[in-house]
């Protein structure tokens, strides 16, 4: 069994930054690819970001590439988010998730097998 752990979110105002930490326990953890998907108050679960086993493979949605950076740190299984240029609509609940699918396969709200339980972040104009 895998446990996920989110930490981080808040309320900030557009512009700023701020990062999201996943903290990664269990069996071959280490193996999973990993990522961020966020859920807005009446829309759908919608994929952020992920990133492979070792980190060095990235995948971004459209609405967050050049702004959000996912990154890996295998020693301590921690996956971080880190968001700038946060925009009102960056606002929902955002999920850590975990799969043993491949990266190309995380865009989608089904390959996740792990999740966690979510942190809020909230963008005010």
């Known amino acids: 069994q895998v446990q996920l752990v989110e930490s981080g979110g808040g309320l900030v105002q557009a512009g700023d930054s701020l990062s999201l930490a996943c903290a990664a326990s269990?069996?071959?953890?280490?193996?999973?690819?990993m990522g961020w998907f966020r859920q807005a108050p009446g829309k759908e679960r919608e994929f952020v970001a992920a990133?492979?086993?070792?980190?060095?493979?990235?995948l971004y949605a459209d609405s967050v590439k050049g702004r959000f950076t996912i990154s890996r740190d295998i020693a301590t299984n921690t996956v971080t988010l880190r968001m700038s240029s946060l925009k009102p609509t960056d606002t929902a609940m955002y999920f850590c998730?975990?799969?043993?699918?491949?990266?190309?396969?995380?865009?989608?709200?089904?390959?996740?097998?792990?999740w966690g339980q979510g942190t809020q972040v909230t963008v005010s104009s």
């Open positions: 269990g069996r071959a953890v280490g193996t999973l690819t």
């Open positions: 990133c492979n086993w070792s980190g060095r493979n990235q």
């Open positions: 998730a975990a799969s043993s699918l491949t990266i190309s396969s995380m865009t989608s709200t089904q390959s996740p097998e792990y």
